[in-house]
């Protein structure tokens, strides 16, 4: 072989190499979808960097950190769980002493062939080695669409002193709306791990009275399909949690489904430690019992998602409820379906000193984004510049209609003097950095180059871009 043609990483150290494999299969596990996934690429970077060639297969064979994560995708027809169990063992005996990531997916690309699993679960049945021989080296473990039955024949008498983080995600029967009420857990199954410290539970009503979790240590918890009953027991056990998302479904509602053992509440429920939620509910009534149920003095990142329908104003529980309870609040992002008035968005920010980072979207046919809100912003509302709205706001988004013409708009990123009282010195009031928006409408909007020219002068980012009114509005944080 003429070596001065053979492919530049041929020719570097194998420890360099190994490097840039290590690189590659984080940067491949980090960005993950399941459903999206196809290939051995994206399923097993490391076993795909093996098959390239023998010198590949060498390096990624001595190279024990990129066989950390191991998945197993059970789509075949018929699932061989055999055969998986056994590459999956070897894979693992390549990852030597490291922890390591487990994942079982349980995966339907194609909606009608959901119903062909029903009369295959029995092939199931043998995934439980799977678990038992690599659980006391699992840091993370995933079940992704497993059926309830085996999730907890899987947990049963397994030992994972190491696992950190556990996942429950959309169990098997969530794609059809009349499984819910099919299978209810009886046995316990307890995760015996010292240092678990995150949880995501799907189904959450029927599945957390099922799991013996040791709440002590958790940190960050996920929970969907969950009800107010079990979202208020979860901050009761979990001392330290600082990270909590709440999805009230279509089962979430109400409070008390007798799964859970109702608890004492000494309501409001103070949790002093939580720094981040994000909160979702199909419900206005669960949204107004919860915001009145709650204090966190520690809350320093919201995220709100409001019913659909129409019914009372999400935005004046939210004002109740920051006034009641005053946090350090540093980033709010909120969705509406259905718009809300300028004055509650201005009393919103009245209630929150604190913000630097404001989201708001809302795709209904209400705008609060008017000339008026925007001078209102700038406004101060007495003789000293701290006094305006917002005063420490570094980023604002706004995704809805148009509403607001763009001298108004300039305002808000150089104010003018009309706007300040007499003996405020005129300078930028607020340390503004961004803005965003994202504006519906028929056709493209028009942007003078006298307002472009002024968006380049100012020390603010301006992102703007044009969807159609009639396109959905995905559902981002941005």
Known sequence: MNHHHDPFIHCLPVEISSKIFIAYVDDINS?????????????????????????????????????RVIRVPLRQKPVNVKLLTELATELFSLSGQHTL??????????????????????SLDDLPAITRAVGNRCRDIAFHGLPLEPIHYLLSGLDTPNLKSFSICRPYGDFESNYHYRFTPKDVSLLASPQLEEVEIFSGTRLL???????????????YDINLNNTFRVLLLAPRLKTYTISYGEFGFPRDDGSWSPLPLDLPLTHTTLESLEFYSISHDAVAEFLQAVNFPSLKELKFFA???????????????FERSPCPLLSFSIFLHYGTTYQEILNLFNALPTLTRFSINVPGADAFMTDFFLRKLVQPTSGSINDMVAPRLESFSYSGLLNFTWPAFLEILEPPPRFLPHGVEHKRPRPLRKVSLRLKAEQTIPVDDDVLSKFQESQVTVNLETVPIGEITPFTWW
């Open 31 to 67: 960005t993950f979808d399941a459903y999206n996934a196809k290939g051995l690429e994206k399923w097993s970077p490391a076993l795909h960097l093996s098959s390239i060639c023998a010198q590949w297969r060498n390096i990624a064979r001595c190279t024990a950190q990129i066989w």
């Open 307 to 321: 019913p659909r329908g129409y019914g009372e104003s999400p935005v004046k529980h939210l004002i109740s409820f």
């Open 101 to 122: 990531s487990l994942g079982l997916y349980l995966v339907y690309y194609d909606r009608y062939l959901f119903r062909d699993y029903i009369e295959r679960l029995d």
């Open 209 to 223: 009275p099922s799991l013996q979790i040791n709440w002590n240590n958790i940190t960050t918890t996920r929970l």
